[in-house]
């Protein structure tokens, strides 16, 4: 948007450009935009809040506080709460998985629109302040007290939000089926490499190719792809002394159990795999451990066994699917 032009949106505000974003005029000015005492006029500008009544936004916009993050400090850490909404409007903000840098967020962006507006979710990446920062926030006890207070409104943004899941959804997709079909690629060129150096006479380093190219291939075939239980799907793991533990990683060949007992990597292992209407004997070897899990390499099932086992994974993936 260049200077000099003058947007009208739906419900009769006007839009201004106003640095890095269109900030918009029903009430506000130019004056008030740029002074930062108030976060409405970014509001208005931000796809979560289309279609709201500017009058309601400025109610919503009295219920934010403002934030300022000095460069280095942190907004918020993989695995807190998401219990806020955040809309950054100056600076910017990394979120990082461990060291790695997983997006940079520039004004003018929300940050945390699920957390806010859905109960139980956590931080999936840590955020971080590249340079000196401004935002506003607002919490979900008070983001939905206003939903109370406004129904239309908040039946307005969760339209909206619907719609940003819709499409990260599409853009997930899509991505993924780049991968499968880079995956497929790479097993095929590995099964060729792997036979020929099967035809070729044999020296000191084609065992140690051979092996390693048996190894991938065998780490990628669709029996060892591993799926979280979904929540409309909860399987546990029933030990020998009864006791129930959850699974966090299921696949056709291991299981990735949630446990405090000290148990040794290679002993065998046993118990009974718990979800509706499904109780199966299963026995495998412990194939790792980690702090308050262990991974099961599983025995072969029985064909009876196997099949409902087949049947379970089967439908937790088609939650996985949108239709």
């Not at 340079?131 to 983001?143: F, M, N, P, T, V």
């Amino acid at each position: 948007m260049t200077d000099g032009f003058v947007l009208v949106y739906k419900n009769g505000a006007t839009a201004i450009n106003c640095g890095q974003m269109r900030c918009v005029s029903a009430t506000y000015d130019w004056e008030e935009c740029m002074s930062g005492t108030t976060v409405t006029p970014y509001l208005l500008g931000l796809h979560l809040f289309e279609g709201v009544e500017s009058e309601s936004l400025a109610s919503l916009g009295t219920r934010f506080e403002r934030v300022r993050l000095e460069e280095g400090a942190c907004l918020f850490e993989r695995g807190q709460a998401a219990n806020e909404l955040y809309v950054l409007v100056d600076g910017q903000i990394d979120l990082l998985e461990g060291t790695k840098v997983r997006a940079s967020i520039r004004p003018v962006s929300p940050l945390g629109e699920m957390g806010a507006l859905t109960a139980g979710l956590k931080r999936n990446t840590t955020a971080r302040a590249v340079a000196a920062c401004e935002l506003w926030k607002i919490s979900r006890g008070d983001l939905l007290s206003y939903i109370d207070v406004e129904p239309e409104a908040g039946a307005r943004m969760l339209h909206n939000l619907l719609g940003i899941i819709s499409d990260k959804v599409t853009r997930d997709g899509m991505r993924i089926e780049q991968m499968r079909h880079n995956l497929i690629r790479t097993q095929k060129a590995m099964k060729m490499l792997r036979d020929e150096v099967l035809s070729q006479p044999e020296t000191q380093l084609s065992d140690a190719f051979h092996d390693t190219l048996e190894a991938l291939i065998s780490h990628n075939r669709r029996v060892n792809y591993a799926l979280a239980p979904p929540a409309a799907m909860p399987v546990v793991v029933r030990g020998e002394g009864r006791e129930e533990h959850s699974i966090l990683r299921i696949s056709r060949t291991r299981l990735v159990v949630q446990t405090e007992l000290p148990i040794e990597v290679g002993l065998p292992w046993s118990g009974v795999l718990v979800a509706a209407n499904l109780e199966l004997p299963v026995s495998g070897t412990v194939a790792h451990t980690g702090e308050g899990t262990m991974e099961i390499e599983l025995d072969l099932l029985m064909a009876e066994y196997a099949d409902a086992f087949e049947d379970y994974l089967t439908q937790a993936q088609l939650l996985d699917l949108v239709v």
